[in-house]
């Protein structure tokens, strides 16, 4: 019986996660989904019990500081919680022989180019919460050699909050949606991470390192807007508008597609 951690449970992917095994349980694994009250993985002491007390074969780190635009002023809590526990984590699977899978983010490019991100490529977080998770990747492989990190983007699910469900709500509500037209990503639905994180562990697969995952469309905010509309049989009119019309306190890259 090989075990397997989850952490950040209640978070979408970790909910998505958790649907996932349910629906598809398998005899020789059992998951333990943490959730923050439980396992508060930026607390080091914590982990450690935690570790001292479960002998783990995997851990799927599901847990991130995911508020973009408030890491901006609270890049003490971003890091803690993309940099400083993920090392925490990865130096406990290291001492359990355990396989890490750490979660990141297409955040961690600087959204210059034009071609798709492979992993290899160069790096540059223009915010706090890219720069965060690129920490956390640099933790994740440097403390324990058996890690894979995935990086993902645009993640969306019927659970929490996040531009599927807020879209949803809006179109519900309003006849009329501006939405920013000129950043480019791949969204990914959290379910589809979830089954390829679940297929990863049950293959058995060792290429460590990092690698990208997401959805299989390159399209903007404005059509993800448009194609969940036309989904859903919202009419609501959608404005393509730049996003200098819609000013964040984090700047977003205007290019995030994986490759
Ligand atoms: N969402 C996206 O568009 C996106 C894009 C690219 C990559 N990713 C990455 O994908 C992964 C999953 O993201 P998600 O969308 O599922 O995020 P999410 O819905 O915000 O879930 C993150 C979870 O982590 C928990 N958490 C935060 N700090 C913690 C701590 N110190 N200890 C334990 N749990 C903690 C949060 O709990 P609280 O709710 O209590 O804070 C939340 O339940 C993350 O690594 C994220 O960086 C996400």
Redesign the pocket.
Known sequence: MKTVLV??A?????RCLQDYVNENPHPEFQFLFM??AR????KKEIVETFFFSNQIDFCI??????AVDQAESDAENAF???AD?VKHLAEECNEQNAILIH?????VFDGESSEPYLPDDSTNPINVYGKS?LEGERWALEKNLKTIVIR?????SQY?K?FYTTMMRLMAEREELNVVSDQIGKPTD?NDLAAYIHQLILSNDEDYGIRHFSGPEQMSWYEFAQKIARENGFKTKINPIPTSEYPTPAKRPMWSVLG
């Open positions: 952490t950040g209640n978070g979408q992917l970790g959730d923050r396992l508060d993985v930026s780190n599901c847990a991130a500081y995911t803690k919680a993309n526990a979660i990141s983010t297409d955040y998770k993902t983007s645009w993640v969306y929490g996040n959290a």
